[in-house]
């Protein structure tokens, strides 16, 4: 990550689907995906621990489960595993390029262009909610906030898995894939006290480096979370 605020902060961004900001700083979220388009699915395609996370959570959903894919990106991998395993599929994203990728690549599923914040998410509708790198554009209270929906969007016993990029950073201008992109992040304990304190109890965290394959890619750290609505 090109941080430009010099904070001694490391790791990239990776994530999609983010709300667009409103200061001026970075590119809106929506911009800066809508460039990146197929690119950004190509430079995370190898991320082994972002598939073993998959595995994961087929092995733990009942058959005909309805999931929510937040920064659905492109669909693949994450719509497009469950959508071949049987599960119902809603996946947002604020960026049209990708929603249209999406819904194209993965027929199967429902895609809906959409900022996450300002979509209604009724109590307990969903078995599961993912929410892979899709935080890192929001404010940290923002983070917060919208992980307590998502918890309440799930049925009690519920799964939630997220995935985050774990370094200490609030409103940091950064340049992810040679956009200009503002993030916030929490380090490891820190995000795994904020998804718990959302009302979830975490049954399983992995960590694992990866560096994206792209001429401006960088190893960054990776957190994958998984849990339950207590």
Do not use: K
């Amino acid at each position: 990550m090109d941080d430009s605020t010099n904070t001694g902060d490391s790791g990239e961004p990776g994530g999609r689907g983010l709300p667009d900001a409103d200061d001026g700083r970075g590119r809106p979220a929506a911009a800066v995906f809508d460039a990146l388009g197929a690119e950004y699915e190509r430079a995370f395609a190898a991320s082994a621990a972002h598939r073993e996370s998959l595995e994961r959570l087929l092995a733990d959903l009942a058959p005909d489960s309805r999931v929510l894919d937040v920064g659905s990106g492109t669909g693949r991998p994450t719509a497009r595993t469950l959508a071949d395993a049987g599960h119902r599929v809603l996946g947002v994203d604020v960026s049209p390029v990708m929603t249209a990728l999406a819904a194209r690549r993965v027929p199967e599923a429902e895609f809906r262009c959409s900022d996450i914040r300002d979509l209604p998410l009724p109590e307990g509708a969903f078995d599961a909610v993912c929410v892979y790198f899709s935080l890192l554009q929001m404010s940290r209270g923002e983070q917060g906030e919208l992980l307590e929906r998502l918890v309440r969007s799930l049925r009690p016993g519920g799964l939630l898995v997220a995935a985050t990029v774990p370094v200490d950073a609030v409103g940091v201008d950064a340049v992810f894939m040679g956009q200009p992109v503002r993030v916030s992040s929490f380090g490891a304990e820190e995000f795994t006290a904020l998804v718990a304190g959302a009302g979830v109890t975490v049954e399983w965290e992995h960590s694992a480096p990866f560096t994206p394959d792209h001429p401006a890619g960088a190893p960054e750290p990776h957190l994958f979370l998984h849990g339950r609505r207590s």
